[in-house]
T-cell receptor, first 114, second 114 residues
Framework: DGGITQSPKYLFRKEGQNVTLSCEQN?????MYWYRQDPGQGLRLIYY???????QKGDIAEGYSVSREKKESFPLTVTSAQKNPTAFYLC?????????????FGNGTRLTVT | GENVEQHPSTLSVQEGDSAVIKCTYS??????FPWYKQELGKGPQLIID?????GEKKDQRIAVTLNKTAKHFSLHITETQPEDSAVYFC?????????????FGKGTKLSVKP
């Protein structure tokens, strides 16, 4: 089945450590996105990538980094500079850009940093 | 900045009743309005979307209406069933920057009581 795979589902890290969240899609979509979801806050955009080897900061990019070396993969690194990293992270993809086509979401990774 | 307001934050209905969720947006140039359903522990799934060249769109028990003059749009679910219980998010495509952005409301938790 085509879709977006995020792994792992749950991730635990100690404060001060960097951690990388995986996102893979087999939908042949050009665009990929990372969102952060906090209780009562909706979805906030961290980074997005329209094509391979190109990505743009979203609304809350500070403390995060991404890479887009392959069309299928868009990993997100949560660095020690992110002040409040504990959250639910969602990866998404789309055929076109934001206003052109719907987003397809993965099932998320819940990151807990203590 | 641009934002999307969503109301109510929680909604409880009896099975078989209708549910209505309302959103307002600030950018009069917005032209794409999707609605997503998120079940517990999963990523959001698109359930219906509408573009600004139409005022209403239906898909079985789900409908979305758009009032461009008032800058608000609504989700209507008729004959609700327990499996409709979830968190629903509205979103609006906001122009700005090189690609624009999809701004999400903060969500409505719908509970359908059998």
């Amino acid at each position: 089945d085509g879709g977006i795979t995020q792994s792992p589902k749950y991730l635990f890290r100690k404060e001060g450590q960097n951690v990388t969240l995986s996102c893979e899609q087999n939908l042949n979509h050009d665009a990929m996105y990372w969102y952060r979801q906090d209780p009562g806050q909706g979805l906030r955009l961290i980074y997005y990538s329209q094509i391979v080897n190109d990505f743009q900061k979203g609304d809350i990019a500070e403390g995060y980094s991404v890479s887009r070396e392959k069309k299928e993969s868009f990993p997100l690194t949560v660095t020690s500079a992110q002040k409040n990293p504990t959250a639910f992270y969602l990866c998404a993809s789309s055929i076109g850009g934001f206003g052109d086509s719907p987003l397809h979401f993965g099932n998320g990774t819940r990151l807990t940093v203590t | 900045g641009e934002n999307v307001e969503q109301h109510p934050s929680t909604l409880s209905v009896q099975e078989g009743d209708s549910a209505v969720i309302k959103c307002t947006y600030s950018d009069s140039a917005s032209n794409y309005f999707p609605w997503y359903k998120q079940e517990l522990g999963k990523g959001p799934q698109l359930i219906i979307d509408i573009r600004s060249n139409v005022g209403e769109k239906k898909d079985q028990r789900i409908a979305v209406t758009l009032n461009k003059t008032a800058k608000h749009f609504s989700l209507h679910i008729t004959e609700t069933q327990p499996e409709d219980s979830a968190v629903y998010f509205c979103a609006a495509f906001i122009y700005g920057g090189s690609q624009g952005n999809l701004i999400f409301g903060k969500g409505t938790k719908l509970s359908v009581k059998p």
